[in-house]
């Protein structure tokens, strides 16, 4: 399908992009997958190249191109690649925004050049061992004590976890508040009293660092309030669409990619004397697919220029999350299937993208999450 | 839901086999997992403990009782447990009936002792690298040399490969009888040329080794024929039915157990200040899978009883195959997303459940095979 989203300039990106991740990752990655994390030169070579924070204000060493199609080619390379364990996509849509609008000038000037640069992991930790869809349920909380916060609790399922250097810490501020009562902190890397748990052992997503995290008496200075105290929750729900729609950027990169392999190998596959592509089941199972991934990709393709124009609502995000990530999972496992015996072999792509997958309809907000809000707009 | 299959003598087995379970495999699996391979030891003390072959007769050192329903018994409570990685049903429910129904009284000495002893580990080798459903399609070949058949091929896939001692092979061994070409001859361990290659890396089933087989001028001994010669595809689909049953069997005892655990969880998880069961999305999906589980669950003892009454046809094998492997895999895939982010965890049983099921709907015939055989049937 003819896309008409992007610019030549956007595709100049693409290529560098593509070179990048031959040449630094794809050699690297099946050692990270043992590993359960990426090695950190990485980042700084992408931030060299110029692939963190491409919003990021020139001054302080970023693109200074605040244009989300940037953001969805490295997501949708990355994904295409099975570069699941490469966090820039957390750090450029999920963490960024936060950085770059809610940050004074003194803040700027501390994060945003090693942001840019590949020196500074970021992270965002919202959910907790007790609670993940109830965000107001959270219990992590930060009491005022003179020129610091004092920061007591624990996260988990924390992205870049185990690497992060600055990491968006929600917390209560005020218990009495409810959705007015919380802040968002940056803990940054050896403050007393925070420490990293385990790197959890996931189905999939085996380079991706996904920690847990604790805080106990962390004394986080005033001076790393990101905007107003009272206001985090108000902040998280003005930025969790963009994180919505990056994620289903990777569900439409990843449809689109399991998709075309499987195709191929339906071609080449023989039994009973013909191409497994030549039965019936075989290409409506894929004609079926195919569409669907059409529907998918001119979904996320006028979202992504809506988010870009400022025009994304929450509902519709809503709509892209559920929707595609849904669409992905269904789509993977139909293509596992379609390769038999090799469906169920590591080393066949389909199958590490059954691993990686599984988790898109839950983390940024699960599928049932998404149609509470969907629902909630309908004046039932 | 009652259960009208079984007979106290059976409840006494089931018990007896679940002390095996707690004593003997709990305790190792998670170390049989990381070595991709169980400890022989542990089929030698089910074989001291009569959990091998029930269906040989006692003067061979087996239970001398021809009824499945042990043999269900059997891998209800491994797959229940989670333990995937224990090969008994293969041995019993696939490779027994070749070794009771086509031995001659010289094999029967030979192998059967060993057999029920869980000294000779069996296994069954169809598929090749370039041929699974297609089992006319084997390039595997034996040509008769005086008392021996040379052997040449590969097989790929092989359930208890790396461990097995004797291997039952299907070759062709007349190219220009079609159907009628093929036999069965019985490898056994160190015969030259006989090599194992990969254990295969899977998405589960990690403690289970799936191997490679090469066969290269293996001179097998004319007595190690199973039957007679030019009927071998005619016994595979004599026995293929009893195979496909048994996968039937984990299929039903895994809904069961992920559904059972998944309810326990969303009556303790708790969101929104309330337990998640209490949401009626929740309710409503648990509602259909255990529904879908009574009604996978009433099929699979009907069956069970036909088979031992030698009943059950080919079509409803295959129905049985199909429709409880699909309802399964859907199941635990719904299940998983009731647990949220945990459910992405390797720790808890329903991400264990995740990875060890996608093959059901794959080995021993294919989804679609299946539904070619019973469309078949069906004048169409
Ligand atoms: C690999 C991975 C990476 C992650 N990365 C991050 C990260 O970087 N930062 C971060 O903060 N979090 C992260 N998460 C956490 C993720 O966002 C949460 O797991 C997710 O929001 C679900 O929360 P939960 O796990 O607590 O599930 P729960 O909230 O306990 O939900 C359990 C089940 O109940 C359902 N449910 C809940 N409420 C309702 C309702 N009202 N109606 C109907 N059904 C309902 C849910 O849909 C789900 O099926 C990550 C998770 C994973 C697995
Ligand atoms: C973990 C594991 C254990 C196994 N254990 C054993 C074992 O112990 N012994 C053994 O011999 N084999 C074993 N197998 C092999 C297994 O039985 C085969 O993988 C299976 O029969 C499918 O064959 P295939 O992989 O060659 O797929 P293919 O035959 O190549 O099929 C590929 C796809 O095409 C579809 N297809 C094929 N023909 C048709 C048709 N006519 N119409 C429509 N669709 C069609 C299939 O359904 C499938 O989706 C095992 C496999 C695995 C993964």
Redesign the interface.
């Known amino acids: 399908m003819e896309r008409t989203l992007f610019e030549p300039e956007h595709e100049l990106f693409r290529e560098s992009y593509q070179k990048f991740l031959a040449q630094h990752v794809a050699p690297n990655h099946e050692k990270w997958e043992e590993q359960n994390i990426v090695d950190r030169d990485v980042w700084v070579e992408a931030g060299k190249q110029g692939f963190l924070g491409t919003a990021v204000p020139e001054e302080f060493g970023g693109g200074g191109v605040k244009d989300f199609r940037y953001n969805a080619i490295i997501t949708e390379e990355t994904t295409k690649g099975g570069f699941s364990g490469i966090g820039f996509t957390l750090h450029n849509d999920v963490v960024a925004p936060y950085l770059l609008e809610l940050t004074n000038e003194e803040q700027k000037q501390r994060w945003l050049p090693g942001f840019a640069s590949g020196e500074l992991i970021s992270a965002i930790a919202m ?1 907790e061992p ?5 965000l107001q ?1 959270i219990k992590t909380k930060a009491v005022r004590d003179g020129d610091h916060w004092v920061l007591n609790g624990s996260k ?2 924390i992205t870049n976890g185990i690497n992060a250097d600055i990491i968006i810490v929600v917390a209560c501020t005020d218990p009495d508040k409810g959705a007015q009562g919380f802040s968002l902190l940056v803990v940054e890397r050896d403050m007393p009293g925070f420490e990293r748990g385990r790197n ?5 997503m085996k380079a991706q660092d996904t920690a847990e995290l604790s805080f106990t008496d962390v004394r986080v200075p005033a001076a790393n309030l990101l905007g107003e105290e009272g206001m985090g929750f108000f902040y998280l729900m003005k930025n969790l669409p963009q994180e919505r729609l990056s994620i289903a950027v990777v569900a439409a990169a990843a449809m689109e990619s399991v998709l075309e392999s499987t195709i191929q190998y339906c071609r080449d596959r ?4 013909k191409s497994i592509g030549s ?1 019936q ?1 075989t290409r409506f199972v894929l004609a079926e697919l195919a569409t669907e991934t059409t529907a998918v990709r001119i979904l996320v393709d006028k979202f992504i220029e809506q988010l870009n124009a400022e025009k994304l609502t929450v509902q519709e995000a809503a709509m892209a999350k559920w929707w595609t990530t849904e669409a992905q ?1 269904k789509l993977i ?1 139909r293509c ?2 379609l390769h ?2 090799y ?5 066949y792509p389909v ?1 590490k993208a ?2 990686d997958s ?2 898109q ?3 940024g907000g ?3 999450i998404m ?1 509470e809000i969907i629902g909630r707009s309908l004046n039932l």
């Open positions: 959910t007790g609670t993940g869809s109830d349920g988990t399922f959890l052992d996931k189905i999939g023989k039994a009973f004397g039965f089941n999972v496992d596992l299937q038999g015996g469906g169920y072999m590591k080393e199958a059954y691993m599984r988790v309809t839950i983390y699960t599928t049932e149609k």
